[in-house]
């Protein structure tokens, strides 16, 4: 990813592939990144909440995002997911993936404890930035209340970049609330917002933020990568309804499994549709009102299908 | 732990002790687990919420609990938490507790999703009990929907006891909802549902619960041991609210640093006020008011203080 140009794209969260037996099956990840980036990602925020990540044990992390580069997939496209639970199993990801020359690291808060105060949030990222204490690093929070229970508020990300500007680099906000997306983009200038959905995204574009990083460009990326594109384009309101329709028409299902049921019928491989628990595959049911309902948008992956 | 006799009794979520530099305190937490004992804890609901087990890696309560059996504690006694986001760390640690001999393990369903289905989290849990494959396995649901966000439901339950009788041994119903865990109780005959607050723990043994799990009985297992003894004399009731009125006192505060700062009173040492974030310590008005209406309440530990 070119540091360069601005706003900086699409990073997908991109869905981590199971074999039947529900272990990772890390040759298809590979792969499924591979083509992302092909189809117009401008990088990869592996290890979200669409990648369930959280069902992942550190070592699994470890070994996929290793797996990844020595796959040839260049580090520096790479955002992956750090925060834990877990001071300790945070701190061992952020120094991993900073290591591995990672561009960033998007960290959710310790999502356990509900009702925790901003001194307790804050202290969370500090003390991961002390043990990592590696210059390149570069922190994206993961702003997600509806997960994970808890978040970033305006006074502390304030605090945050007081304390460690140039380190906490950016946010992604899956807040689902636009007014807190415009608040966070006009309130730090040169702070990175990507909005979690891109129905926001022209909305964002246009006031400055970074592009966007959401679940359905899993499936959707070149649309969304034209977008940012020709943000500035007469064609461009044209466009964010255009996906603003598929969005929906998809986030009617439980996103994880509706993506990867979306992926099963582009690759024609029902080994796509395989989650961890507590997610379910989407029913045959689902599946056919998902299809259908995309048909009637006249959706269609934009560019190539790689044989598998 | 006696399986012969009924109620159990109080398991105590014993708190995990950390030094100034947020590493895990192992002596200080054997020390005081053996305390509990010699208080009156039947049992040890070791990683629990108020355990911080969730700011713990998986090596680090792997290596807590054999501390814990290396220092002379019997393993019968143990019900470890080891429900994770993650399934592979979720099979990790229950497997390593049954075959260190623990009675049973403290299962919270995984907890970063919202708005999961009864079948993925019964997925959840049977894809559990299939890879552990020991038929010393004896798993207590932890229910705790105010911090985890997804619970376990009476329907699936029933379908769990359905299935795995005799393995899926009891629940910690931590809902704070009375009418939820007398729904338990009756609706499931030797089935142990444990509330966890000792503000149910009367009621709860009239109707045949098993005891109670409570963050509290860090500070105060002693007089929850009494109730569960005399819970049929005539100073029941009184004894009932003499320990809601303490319960009430402290959970005006943040649980797991009120009882942090409890014990630092009790050992007058400060050392015992370290959390890992997200967590902070209470504040010095905190301790004050907090310490100021246990003395009102002529609170005051019941049995001896080890020296250290």
């Known amino acids: 990813m070119s540091l360069d140009t601005y706003p900086r794209g699409v990073l997908v969260p991109a869905v981590t592939p199971f074999h039947a037996?529900?272990?990772?099956?890390?040759?298809?990840?590979?792969?499924?990144?591979?083509?992302l980036l092909a189809e117009g990602a401008k990088g990869l925020a592996v290890f979200g909440t669409t990648s369930e990540a959280n069902a992942l044990s550190i070592a699994e992390r470890m070994e996929l995002l290793e797996r990844l580069i020595d796959g040839g997939i260049a580090a520096d496209v790479l955002q992956p997911g750090t925060?834990?639970?877990?001071?300790?199993?945070t701190v061992a990801l952020?120094?991993?993936?900073?290591?591995?020359?990672?561009?960033?690291?998007?960290?959710?808060?310790?999502?356990?404890?509900?009702?925790?105060?901003?001194?307790?949030?804050?202290?969370?990222?500090t003390e991961v930035i002390e043990p990592v204490a590696d210059e390149r690093l570069r922190i994206y929070l993961y702003h997600i209340p509806p997960m994970a229970g808890v978040g970033f508020s305006l006074p502390l990300i304030e605090r945050l970049l007081k304390s460690h500007r140039g380190i906490v680099a950016g946010i992604k906000d899956s807040s689902g609330d636009w007014k807190y997306t415009q608040a966070l983009i006009e309130a730090f200038p040169g702070f990175e917002v990507f909005p979690g959905s891109e129905t926001y995204l022209l909305?964002?574009?246009?006031?400055?933020?970074?592009?966007c990083i959401s679940a359905t460009a899993n499936v959707n990326v070149a649309a969304m990568d034209a977008l940012i594109r020709g943000y500035k384009s007469p064609h461009a309101d044209g466009m964010q309804r255009a996906l603003s329709a598929i969005r929906a028409a998809i986030q009617k299902f439980p996103l994880v499994p509706a993506n990867k049921a979306i992926l099963a019928r582009i690759h024609d491989d029902d080994g796509w549709n395989v989650v961890r628990p507590p997610l379910v595959p989407l029913s045959?049911?689902?599946?056919?009102?998902?299809?259908?309902s995309l048909d009637a948008l006249g959706f269609r992956v934009a560019q190539t299908v790689p044989a598998r």
Not at 96 to 113: E, I, R, S, W
Request: aromatic share 12%.
């Open 83 to 89: 925060g834990c639970c877990a001071l300790p199993d």
């Open 203 to 211: 909305d964002a574009l246009r006031l400055g933020g970074a592009g």
């Open 94 to 125: 952020t120094k991993h993936a900073t290591q591995k020359g990672c561009f960033g690291v998007l960290m959710l808060p310790p999502f356990y404890y509900k009702g925790v105060s901003d001194d307790g949030l804050y202290a969370s990222i």
């Open 21 to 35: 037996d529900l272990s990772v099956d890390a040759e298809r990840f590979v792969d499924h990144c591979r083509w």
């Open 284 to 292: 045959p049911d689902a599946k056919n009102a998902l299809f259908a």
